[in-house]
């Protein structure tokens, strides 16, 4: 598929020195918690920085831990000095 005088195929694929045509490879790239080499494909779930193995969900979801009622109290009053503090910062008028 050649276009007369033109050094492009007419997909614009070009494999620079070489007269190899085709389609481009996908990329390769490192993963950063294993280091090895992976394939980077478009439909490849996870991160782009990781292999397919490294990028597998968990099996057991993370429960989170119910906060005490001793924790809840203590954020509630340091959500309160927080609020009123903002309140003095942005409306004392200095």
Do not use: Q, T
Not at 56 to 72: F, M, T
Request: charged letters at 30%; a negative charge.
């Amino acid at each position: 598929m050649n276009r007369p005088g033109h050094p492009f195929p007419a997909n614009g694929v070009y494999y620079g020195d070489s007269n190899l045509w085709g389609v481009m490879p996908f990329p390769i790239k490192v993963c950063v918690v294993c280091e090895e080499e992976f394939e980077l494909k478009p439909d490849k779930p996870g991160f782009a920085n990781r292999c397919p193995k490294c990028s597998e969900p968990e099996d057991e979801p993370v429960a989170k831990e119910s906060a005490g009622v001793e924790e809840l109290r203590s954020s509630r009053e340091a959500m309160e000095a927080r609020r009123k503090a903002m309140k003095e910062l942005l409306y004392s008028g200095k």
